[in-house]
């Protein structure tokens, strides 16, 4: 079975950062096929990266957040840096099989009015953030 266990949660004073992290467990498929993504709350899009390691951002983290992966290892990355007390939630990584048709989703918020919609196919129960004042 599929598996998704995020950490790296904790709790920080405004400004500060954190390395979450996503470890990936029984694909059948290759890895490095999956688009991977963070999403938190309900299901708030956070970052996408895509097979070619291409990475589009929310506007609320853009700047402050970088989404990488590691595919020799099956790990998943979100550095998070000048925190901000409306970051605070629920953080969940989550991964989309390009072989199936999915029917969940995620929006990612662009600003300016734009937004994507994401499909996934597989997420974690997630690692909790809480930024303080």
């Known amino acids: 079975q599929v598996q998704l266990v995020e950490s790296g949660g904790g709790t920080v004073h405004a400004g500060g950062s954190l390395r979450l992290s996503c470890v990936a467990s029984?694909?059948?498929?290759?890895?490095?096929?999956?688009?991977m993504s963070w999403f938190r709350k309900d299901r708030e899009g956070v970052a996408v990266i895509d097979a070619d390691?291409?990475?589009t951002y929310a506007s609320s983290v853009e700047g402050r957040f970088t989404i990488s992966r590691d595919n020799a290892n099956h790990v998943l990355y979100l550095q998070m840096d000048a925190l901000r007390p409306e970051d605070s939630g629920m953080y969940s990584c989550?991964?989309?099989?390009?072989?199936?048709?999915?029917?969940?989703?995620?929006?990612?918020?662009?600003?300016?009015?734009?937004?994507?919609?994401?499909?996934?196919?597989?997420w974690g129960k997630g690692t909790l953030v809480t930024v303080s004042s």
């Open positions: 029984g694909f059948t498929a290759d890895y490095s096929t999956y688009k």
């Open positions: 989550a991964a989309d099989d390009p072989a199936q048709s999915s029917s969940r989703t995620f929006r990612l918020d662009l600003g300016s009015y734009a937004q994507i919609d994401y499909t996934i196919d597989y």
């Open positions: 390691g291409d990475a």
